[in-house]
């Protein structure tokens, strides 16, 4: 794995107007609570987003554990127990140093399911008068998920990754990633705890979303 050092970050905002997909821009060390990372930067010339992937020792080209992270402020950096987002981030990170290699794509610019951090608080500030987060996006006049994983199936393509055993409960991650043309050999349950503040949110994720998470059978009747 190499560093493309051929990039100019001063004319990045020249470059994207002429450009396509995703550009591996750096590649730094990222020493972490959970173990000293590669941290792979990129540009998304499509949309002037900044990705980073995370990479956890030699990672091989075929059923590499992976987690694509869809980026949540909220969750990941301010502890948030509105949703799980921030527990599954480190339980990725631990689980892939546990594996001995793997990565982590966070994703930016799929915050609130890619509605954006102010639509997101709007919603987050629906769901406390009662509506569900699928009903409140619709509320908005916003979609109810508006992510789009093309850019991490080119971040793994460039890491030479042809298939992936995918930490997620959401078989739409699955679908995206299978349909932008990596493999998914097996999907990993990434499931957390759930608390007070977060059993309506799963819930509605497990019935409106489909995402997968038989572990709430055990609280459905208890809180």
């Known amino acids: 794995m190499t560093e493309n050092t051929g990039v100019n970050l001063g004319v990045l905002g020249t470059k994207s107007s002429r450009r396509s997909g995703a550009e591996r821009v750096v590649n730094a060390p990222l020493p972490t609570v959970y173990g000293k990372f590669q941290a792979i930067g990129y540009l998304d010339h499509d949309r002037g987003d900044e990705q980073v992937a995370l ?59 890619g509605i954006g951090l102010l639509a997101k608080l709007r919603a987050m500030a629906l769901q406390a008068e009662g509506l569900d987060t699928v009903e409140a996006n619709l509320a908005l006049g916003l979609p109810v998920d508006a992510r789009d994983y093309r850019v991490a199936a080119e971040i793994l393509r460039d890491l030479g990754v042809r298939s992936v055993r995918l930490m997620s409960n959401n078989p739409r991650k699955r679908e995206a ?25 799963l819930r509605t994720k497990r019935e409106r979303l489909d995402h997968i998470l038989p572990h709430l059978d055990a609280v459905a009747h208890g809180s």
């Open 55 to 113: 990479v956890y020792g030699e990672i091989g080209t075929e059923n590499v554990l992976t987690r694509l992270h869809s980026e949540c402020l909220t969750g990941d950096a301010f502890g948030s127990r509105h949703c799980e987002c921030g527990d599954q981030l480190a339980s990725a990170l631990r689980a892939v140093v546990a594996e001995g290699s793997g990565i982590v794509v966070y994703l930016r610019g799929h915050e609130g399911r």
């Open 177 to 201: 990633l299978v349909r932008h043309g990596v493999q998914v050999a097996e999907r990993v349950p990434l499931l957390i705890e759930p608390c007070e503040s977060n059993i309506t949110y």
